[in-house]
Structure formats: C-alpha cells, structure tokens
C-alpha cells in the first residue's frame, strides 16, 4: 500500500496518508474537508553518506548478455 501526499484545497494544509486505493482521496485531517488533491512525490533513494549512492557503477559491470537477437553463441 503506497503511501501518498495530499494537500486540501480548503485550508492548504499537506498530509501523507496510506492509502488502499490509488484513487481513493481521503478527508483533510485538519479541516476535515474532502476537497484534497496528490501532490507529485519526489523519488527518495538511499546514498552512501558521502555524497554518492549504494548503487554500482553501471559502467563498471560486466556485460550480461542473452539480450535481443543474441545467438547465445
């Protein structure tokens, strides 16, 4: 279940909230007013701490091959 931002159209304030559905909207929980809309999320990746991140250098990986059209040969 993904978790979602929201911010109400009446009193501006932004929640997250879990939802079940994507295109469930829940009620403000200040204001309790139902006009709400999703805000876009940033994407959060986790880094290493010193500036980079824990993914490998993709161009330090070894080819892996079986792509389209290969012969496997």
């Known amino acids: 279940m993904p978790i979602f931002e929201y911010i109400?159209?009446?009193c501006k304030n932004e929640f997250e909230e879990l939802v079940f559905?994507?295109?469930?909207?829940?009620p403000c929980p200040k204001c309790g007013a139902n006009?709400?809309?999703k805000l876009m999320?940033?994407?959060?990746i986790q880094t290493d701490g010193a500036g980079g991140t824990d993914m490998p250098?993709?161009?330090t990986m070894p080819p892996m091959g079986g792509g389209c059209g290969s012969s496997g040969g």
């Open 41 to 44: 999320s940033a994407c959060a």
């Open 35 to 37: 006009k709400v809309r």
């Open 57 to 59: 250098d993709l161009g």
């Open 21 to 26: 559905s994507q295109d469930e909207l829940p």
């Open 8 to 10: 109400c159209n009446e």
